[in-house]
């Protein structure tokens, strides 16, 4: 048996985490699945499995031994019945042999048995060795069972080493495919992660990668095994009787016939169980998210109809499908057990016959029991390589994806930099027919800020994209006192730069650690004082924990206007030299805000900044402003120069600004 | 789970008792194939009756046509009774939490609540499911098995005394080791998916910072971590089926030594040797399939755990049935007396003693920090949270006299986030309002400022709204919401600092639309900014729980302290 891990993604969405065993994967897919071709099915079945090979070549080694030591115990595990077999004709014999009296021979037993009419008896005793007048010989017996008993004993040793050294197998290899796809994503271009939705590339590498790993344990080891199984049992069967081998042979298609028929047939209503489980888990979100609209709104009568509805209609398509698939292994049950009656009686009549031993016929149906169930095994085995095929292909997709352009070979070196940037004719656009930035030139003196405005969505932060690498020009060039910023290496680039943007990204760790997160060295010391200058200490005394206190996953136990004073002090730790702040419009209450503003205009003072700017008196201060406006930037100046100009700065600064009450003093509207 | 599971299945006993009869069937039929191939051998092969064997076998062969008849009508009715008690619970689950308060939804959580809605059932009906059919066999199987052992042979039976109890051994030392273990890795998967959805949501941070191979690392130790634990419950499993297997086939031996001996004494056929080893066969394999539902349990436990949280939890807020008779004042008049609200299990209210009048046609802002009881005081009005002390009466009503549907049909409501519901923007706009008209949707988008946007899509209100609204931006989100409220026609409006993701110009506007077109009504706007509200009729200044203030916008200035501070803070900032 193996366990399998689960999926787990975050998201409330995903499907429900399944608990899976060898043979029988709960679940998503119904306890039956296994039997089921579940609803995604592999593109390119082949291709996946022969890319997916090359990954196995590490373990080749073990891989061999593995399948040497499998196959020996599965010859020992299929000798057994014939072994035990002929322990029962010893028995047997014995029996007999103690009925005719000593003195007689066999041939003269037979004949009077041929004379009295007994043929059939006669015809069973002349196919045995009989020592007449002696009853069952136990030291035979026990010579032949202790023979067993060695037999079964490597048989199950072997089976462990084999399950041992395939755990490591299947292990390893997913553990160097977690770290092949973790190392991928570092090498991505950020435009892939913006193109790609996120919970689908999350899917990918939390959800098929468990369900590649799932795969990986129960098929490899189940396969081999269920393989060597079938070969070897069918070998002993023929070895018996052929005639019988042939009879047990015949449910192979029968099985597979009846399997694949029903599951053809519960195939569509599995697709609607999984349609209604989408919508009723839809439905359940949305309106337990927006529980207060529904209330107030007074939709919560209708909600309910609609829940029940859904509700009915996935209880009735789930019904289906489970039944429909769940005939399956009855069918399987019953078609075993019409195999096993046509053995017993034709294997008794051939034993009455004398063709066969009574030792063989039992072999015989213990054998045609262990034939059906690996032959089961295979066909769901089959089934969750379909699956794990699937996942696979999304998984390989996302490492086909295009690489980041790598640094040149000989980079340019980024030391000391003062904070002087350029642009020189810069163009770049996202999308090939929608020009975005045109031409654009700016010159940046050390210590200036640059204040970018606009309403949502006139892209600001493309510029933030092109600054710091996220996305390369694709005509002009980026100077950084001089350099090139393509010359340089992308870390150069990015060092030179510190980010404080609205969406404060923090991760599961103490204080201490998220602060550090900018510096690679950094003593306990360093980081108080950037949590001091930033304003951020004095919140973090209040915690329980101080500097220790751990956050949780994107710092959600503290607030929103907490988490910006962190994401403040770790840019101060990382001292840059280009700043680029985004002013947060966000609801974050007065007394932080006023502490967010001191820091950022701390952080600010002597460094070069570009600021996404909401503030009037960011915007006023500023040295330069670029307006920006559906993607492009439509002006450039100063204030002044931009309210003389008259064009749209102007109707913006008028619109937003001056119609405010508090004189001069407004900063926005919240 | 256990009360879980006799509560919902009681309307089922019925068929539980047709379906444990059919398993008897089943596994009676099962046992009796055995004991029929052992007469074969006994008077059939023995004797050379070759009548006899035909006979059996035609027994035998109708016994597994009963056996897989009545398999499936099992697998017919256990999947149906289980995917109903699946239908039920979540039913119940859907409307109990439909009755809750909003403060009691927040105790558990709304994604936890979902989850207990959802897969939580799924996994208790997919216990039932394999419960229904394997739990019932297994014990019947090993019970039913034992027994035909015992009449097939007493003394060789003694055997099972030695094998049943080491499968037990084994399975046992699985349960104590490998469940835990589970566990433990379930964990490291989250870890391990933790570390990259962080990365996938930092990303922009990562690289910023050229961290990419500091994360590498830290996605190193957590893969490392999974890695060595995996390890740790594959091996366990790894002993455990050979183990099994050993024990089993040993067995095998044992029978056929010591069954040797009986045959040999004559005290026993020797057909029965072999359905001896049959029972054995089928003892194991019981066995076995216990343990498989057996590591569904503590999953399906823990959900049903959760559920029953759920199902326990006595809504907060009890229903009136009659109406208090008809509403005497104008329907928008809000009144707070000595309102106290405390969050439960909380050491001290969150809202203690406010006393304060909203009227029609007037436009009130709340105004103070966060933490300071806005968004509590607003939910307080439509009775989403119960004041703890105090009254809040509606149009001159005690909200708890209301029906609280007819206490709704009063607001409109824009909550802080603009949530939008999947379908089209008509049906948002109609979320309130079923029969409204595409003339009074227009309307509403037209103060909203959302006309523009909306008539710019090629299917106007008929286009789709994807979940949560997914597909329009913040601001255009937060219009649509207004535009909900303003469909409704409330007497009263509350918006909870409902126009953060609007630029200025479009704020600005709306703000005038708004004054124009609900004159009647009282409008209650929560507020971070002073800038946004001094034009307001009514302000109430709030700081931790409590109203420090309430009037104009130069009133407040010449006497309340509190908001001469906000007001001195946000110049401050403005001018730093």
């Known amino acids: ?670 | 789970m256990t009360s879980l599971l006799i509560q919902y299945l009681k309307p089922h006993k019925w068929v539980l008792v047709l379906i444990s009869f059919l398993l008897l069937v089943q596994v009676v039929s099962n046992l009796y194939l055995p004991n029929l191939n052992a007469d074969i051998i006994n008077q059939g092969v023995i004797t050379g009756d070759i009548g006899y064997i035909l006979k059996s076998g035609a027994i035998m062969l109708g016994i597994s046509l009963i056996l897989g008849i009545s398999a499936i009508t099992a697998v017919y009715f256990s999947a149906r009774t289980s995917m109903r008690l699946g239908r039920d619970i979540r039913a119940d689950v859907f409307r109990r939490v439909q009755s809750l308060s909003l403060a009691q939804m927040h105790e558990i959580g709304v994604p936890s609540l979902i989850t207990r809605n959802t897969n939580d059932v799924q996994q208790i009906q997919q216990l039932v499911m394999t419960g229904l059919t394997m739990m019932i066999l297994a014990p019947i199987t090993a019970v039913g098995a034992i027994l035909m052992a015992v009449r097939e042979d007493a003394q060789l039976s003694l055997l099972l005394v030695v094998i049943v109890p080491m499968m037990l051994l084994v399975i046992g030392w699985m349960v104590v080791k490998a469940i835990p273990l589970f566990q433990v890795m379930q964990i490291k998967i989250d870890r391990v998916n933790q570390v990259l959805r962080e990365n996938l949501t930092g990303i922009r941070v990562v690289r910023a910072f050229n961290r990419t191979h500091s994360e590498e690392a830290r996605f190193d130790i957590a893969n490392d971590d999974l890695t060595d634990t995996s390890l740790k419950v594959n091996r366990i499993f790894a002993l455990i089926l050979p183990v099994l297997l050993l024990i089993m086939n040993l067995s095998s031996v044992a029978v056929l030594w010591f069954g040797g001996h009986l045959v040999a004494a004559g005290s026993m056929p020797i057909g029965n040797l072999t359905a001896f080893l049959a029972y054995i066969a089928q003892i194991l394999f019981s066995v076995m399939m216990a343990v498989m539902t057996l590591m569904m349990v503590p999953r399906a436990a823990a959900s049903s755990d959760r559920i029953n949280q759920v199902l326990n939890t006595a809504p907060s807020i009890t229903e009136v049935d009659h109406s208090a008779g008809p509403v005497g004042e104008s329907a928008g008049r809000v009144e707070l007396r000595s309102v106290q609200y405390q969050y439960p299990g909380a050491l001290d209210p969150v809202l203690h003693t406010i006393s304060v009048t909203f009227e029609p046609g007037t436009t009130n802002a709340i105004i103070g920090g966060t933490g300071s009881g806005k968004t509590t005081l607003i939910n307080l009005l439509p009775r989403l949270l119960e004041a703890t002390a105090g009254q809040v009466l509606i149009a001159g009503q005690d909200v708890r006299q209301m029906p609280q549907e007819e206490l709704w049909a009063h607001f409109g409501l824009v909550p802080q986030k603009a949530f939008l519901f999947s379908g089209t923007i008509a049906s948002n706009l109609r979320f309130g309002r079923p029969e409204a008209t595409e003339s009074q949707m227009w309307r509403a988008l037209e103060i909203a400022q959302a006309a523009d946007f909306v008539r710019a899509l090629p299917e106007g209100l008929a286009s789709t709204v994807d979940q949560g609204g997914a597909n329009f931006s913040g601001g255009q989100r937060q219009r649509l919401a207004i535009a909900r409220a303003l469909v409704r026609e409330p007497a009263i409006y509350i918006f909870d600092d409902s126009f953060s993701a609007l630029d200025y110009a479009t704020d600005s506007r709306l703000r005038a639309a708004l004054r124009q077109h609900v004159a009647d009504a009282t409008v209650i706007i929560v507020a971070q900014r002073i800038s946004s509200i001094t034009n307001a009729d009514q302000i109430v200044v709030m700081d931790f729980g409590a109203v420090v203030g309430v009037g104009t916008h130069e009133a407040l200035l010449a006497d309340c302290q509190t908001y001469r501070e906000i007001a001195d803070s946000q110049a401050e900032v403005a001018a730093s």
């Open chain 1, 1 to 670: 048996m193996t366990p399998s891990q689960q999926s787990s993604a975050h998201s409330s969405t995903s499907s429900p985490p399944p608990v899976r065993m060898n043979e029988r994967p709960m679940g998503p897919r119904g306890p039956m699945a296994g039997m089921v071709p579940s609803a995604e099915k592999a593109k390119d079945f082949r291709g996946s499995l022969k890319r997916f090979s090359p990954r196995l070549r590490p373990e080749r080694a073990v891989a061999i031994v593995v399948l040497l030591v499998g196959a020996v115990s599965v010859f020992l595990t299929v000798l057994g019945p014939k072994l035990l077999g002929n322990a029962t004709n010893v028995i047997f014999s014995g029996i007999i042999s103690s009925r005719i009296p000593a003195g007689v021979t066999q041939a003269q037993a037979i004949a009077r048995l041929r004379s009295t009419g007994l043929t059939t008896q006669a015809d069973m005793l002349s196919a045995m060795t009989l020592t007449p007048g002696q009853g069952v010989d136990f030291t035979a017996l026990g010579h032949d069972l202790a023979v067993v008993v060695v037999v079964y004993f490597a048989a199950s040793v072997l089976s462990w080493v084999q399950n041992y050294l395939m755990a490591g197998v299947t292990q390893r290899t997913m553990y160097r495919l977690r770290t092949e796809v973790d190392v991928k994503l570092g090498r991505l271009p950020l435009s892939y992660f913006d193109a790609t939705s996120r919970g689908d590339l999350l899917s990918r590498v939390t959800n098929d990668i468990d369900n590649i790993s799932m795969t990986l344990q129960q098929t490899l080891t189940q396969l081999v095994t269920a393989v060597l199984t079938v070969v070897g049992v069918l070998c002993m069967m023929l070895w018996i009787s052929w005639q019988l081998a042939l009879i047990s042979v015949l449910t192979v298609p029968a099985s597979f016939g009846v399997t694949m028929l029903i599951a053809k047939r519960s195939k569509p209503h599995f697709v609607d169980q999984w349609k209604w489980t989408g919508k009723l888990n839809g439905h359940v979100e949305e309106m337990f998210s927006g529980h207060e609209l529904v209330r107030v709104y007074g939709h919560r009568q209708a909600a309910i109809r609609e829940f029940d509805d859904a509700n009915a209609q996935m209880a009735e398509h789930s019904f289906r499908a489970q039944f429909i698939s769940g005939i399956i292994q009855p069918a399987l049950m019953l078609i075993s057990n019409l195999n096993y009656v046509a053995i017993a009686v034709i294997g008794g009549l051939r034993v009455a016959s004398g063709s066969m031993s009574l030792g063989d016929v039992q072999a015989f149906i213990q054998y045609s029991r262990q034939f059906t169930m690996p032959i089961n095994q295979i066909a769901s085995v089959a089934n969750l390589l379909q699956s794990g095929a699937a996942s696979a292909e999304r998984v390989f997709e996302l490492l086909d994806a295009e690489d980041e352009i790598p640094d040149p070979l000989h980079a340019e070196k980024l030391n000391d930099v003062s904070g002087r940037i350029s642009f020189e004719n810069v163009s770049f656009r996202y999308l090939q027919d929608k020009p975005l930035i045109e031409n654009l030139n700016l010159q940046v003196v050390p210590g200036q800020t640059v204040a970018i405005v606009g309403p949502t969505g006139a892209g600001k932060t493309t510029l933030v994209n092109l600054l710091m690498r996220f996305y390369e020009v694709q005509e002009g060039r980026i100077l950084i006192d001089g350099i090139d910023s393509t010359a340089a290496t992308r870390a150069d680039v990015r060092h030179c730069f510190g980010m404080v943007l609205q969406d404060t990204w923090l991760f599961e760790g103490s204080i201490y650690d998220n602060i550090a997160y900018g510096a690679y060295i950094a003593t306990a010391a360093d980081i108080e004082g950037a949590a001091r200058a930033s304003f951020a200490e004095h919140f973090i005394r209040t915690l329980p924990d101080g500097f220790s206190t751990k956050l949780t996953e994107l710092g959600e136990n503290i607030s929103a206007g907490e988490r910006q004073l962190l994401t403040i002090a770790r840019a101060f730790l990382a001292n840059p030299s280009v700043l680029i702040l985004d002013e947060a419009t966000s609801s974050v209450d007065t007394r932080t805000e006023v502490l967010i503003q001191k820091a950022m205009a701390e952080l600010r003072r002597g460094r070069t900044s570009f600021v996404i700017a909401h503030r009037l008196s960011t915007i006023r201060n500023a040295d330069v402003i670029l307006v920006m406006k559906s993607g492009t930037i439509v002006e450039q100046g100063t204030h002044d120069e931009l309210i003389a100009l008259g064009g749209y700065y102007r109707t913006l600064y008028l619109s937003q600004f001056e119609a405010s009450p508090v004189e001069n003093a407004d900063d926005s509207v919240s």
